[in-house]
């Protein structure tokens, strides 16, 4: 069975960095694009970035919310996916899902991960 | 950005009755490739979403068939014939034919 299993989550202040992970089985990773979605708390939900496969260069795609402040990279020989965040902002705050690309975009769903940034 | 307008925001529906939602574009969602990438999640809550519908009308596996999209260009709609208890939920559409990917506002199921 497909399994996406974020980690890393947690209580970080505006401005630090956070790195969240992303560990997947069941299907054949480097073959999937791979997405981070995030959901405020009580909100609905926000596409936070893309990274495409090998080849097609590992390609990476970010919301204007993020860019500049969000990296997505991928590890194929370990099956994992990560979001490096810098310059928190309060605004960040909420649960992040990983999203695999299954026969479409967004078919494989992890139970997601919280940040939340505050002082 | 791509706006998707869902209505109703809520839905009051009875075990059994059908019911629409619509999710409208405020631009043309057919990619140069021919193909339309909208598609249709339910988050039940305190869930994930999951995947219900892609690429405006194919059921994902395991999705019943009560469930069905239809819809072109800028309109579309889900529609669930015969709600059932389980169908509770939020139901988002969500487009990825134009950077960035961008989420309806959500349509809240709730059974009487």
């Known amino acids: 069975a497909v399994q996406l299993v974020e980690s890393g989550g947690g209580l970080v202040q505006p401005k630090e960095s956070l790195k969240i992970s992303c560990a997947a089985s069941g299907f054949t990773f480097s073959n999937a694009a791979m997405y981070w979605v995030r959901q405020a708390p009580g909100k609905g939900l926000e596409w936070v970035a893309r990274?495409?496969?090998?080849?097609?260069?590992?390609?990476?795609y970010y919301a204007d919310s993020v860019k500049g402040r969000f990296t997505i990279s991928r590890d194929d020989s370990k099956s994992m996916v990560y979001l490096q965040m810098d310059n928190l902002k309060t605004e960040d705050t909420a649960m992040y899902y990983c999203?695999?690309?299954?026969?479409?975009?967004?078919?494989?769903w992890g139970q997601g991960v919280m940040v939340t940034v505050s002082s | 950005d791509v706006v998707l307008t869902q209505t109703p925001p809520t839905l009051l529906a009875t075990i059994g009755q059908s019911v629409s939602i619509s999710c409208r574009s405020s631009q043309s969602l057919l990619h140069s490739n021919g193909n339309t990438y909208l598609n249709w999640l339910l988050q039940r809550t305190g869930q994930s979403p999951q995947p219900l519908i892609y690429l405006v009308s194919k059921l994902e596996s395991g999705v019943p068939n009560r469930f069905s999209g239809s819809g072109s260009g800028t309109d579309f709609t889900l529609k669930i014939s015969g709600v059932e208890a389980e169908d509770l939920g939020v139901y988002y559409c969500?487009?990825?034919?134009?950077?960035?990917?961008?989420f309806g506002s959500g349509t809240k199921l709730e059974i009487k």
């Open positions: 990274i495409r496969t090998k080849p097609n260069n590992y390609a990476t």
């Open positions: 999203t695999a690309e299954g026969g479409s975009p967004f078919d494989y």
């Open positions: 969500m487009q990825f034919t134009h950077y960035p990917f961008t």
